[in-house]
């Protein structure tokens, strides 16, 4: 049977996070990857709609569609950012819902890209979608949408 540490790498691995996915695609994707380890190839039994491939494509890849960008851009520019003071460490700044120029519909449209257009990566302990915008990546802590009130930033470090 597969482990959730064996998900959770496989997850990983494909820039995936179990947020994303619902509890049916999970388990579809255990019995996948379970089928796969006993030797069969994990493509013949995907059971994925097609709209939630190409919404995983999408996310696998960071990217977002060019009217998104630019309408992110929009909404980014209105914003006074605030640096973080508390965590010098950790260079960034961030924006509160409801505090911020963006309407409530803005903010939430802010955190659906960035979660479900992102690329996953890792941070110590944690593994989140980061939106990359120009010179910056966006990312919000996790908690469920509706309890989400800041978006952080960083700028990109080039090196």
């Not at 851009?73 to 914003?79: G, K, L, V």
């Not at 120009?134 to 908690?143: E, L, P, R, S, V």
């Not at 009130?149 to 090196?159: F, H, L, S, Y």
């Amino acid at each position: 049977m597969i482990t959730d540490k064996e998900l959770d790498d496989y997850l990983i691995s494909q820039c995936w996070m179990r947020s994303d996915l619902t509890s049916e695609q999970l388990d579809s994707l255990k019995q996948d990857l379970e089928y796969e380890k006993n030797g069969g190839d994990i493509l013949d039994g995907f059971l994925y709609f097609e709209e939630d491939l190409q919404k995983l494509k999408w996310q696998r890849k960071g990217g977002l569609l060019s009217e998104d960008m630019e309408k992110v851009r929009s909404m980014i520019a209105r914003c006074q950012w605030t640096f973080a003071k508390t965590m010098p460490w950790c260079p960034h700044e961030y924006i509160v819902r409801g505090k911020c120029p963006l309407s409530e519909e803005e903010f939430l449209y802010f955190i659906d890209k960035q979660r479900n257009y992102g690329k996953i990566e890792r941070w110590g302990k944690y593994i989140t979608p980061y939106l990359y915008v120009d010179d910056y990546k966006y990312w919000t802590m996790g908690a469920p949408v509706e309890e989400t009130i800041v978006m952080n930033r960083t700028k990109i470090n080039k090196d």
